[in-house]
């Protein structure tokens, strides 16, 4: 794996490409949890929690962006 992730994208192979999105996958479900974390741990911020809420949003968005184009890789 960790050899698929250090070659060039041009290089790897469709299997690699799957492995690698996978391992993004994985890596922004575990942000997620970071940022669940930090979400309830009630800052009393109100501007530290909309950009907590915003990073949500996109490491979600990214995260369901990855998965689909994972899956039209392995088609």
Do not use: K, W
């Not at 690699?16 to 996978?22: C, D, H, K, W």
Request: charged share 35%; glycine share 2%.
């Amino acid at each position: 794996m960790r050899n698929a992730i250090l070659q060039i994208p041009e290089t790897r192979t469709a299997s690699e490409r799957r492995r690698v999105m996978r391992a993004a996958i994985r890596q922004l479900e575990r942000a997620e949890l970071y940022l669940a974390a930090v979400a309830f741990m009630e800052l009393d911020d109100r501007q530290a929690q909309r950009a907590v809420s915003r990073l949500r949003t996109d490491v979600e968005s990214l995260r369901r962006h990855l998965g689909e184009h994972c899956n039209q890789v392995a088609d």
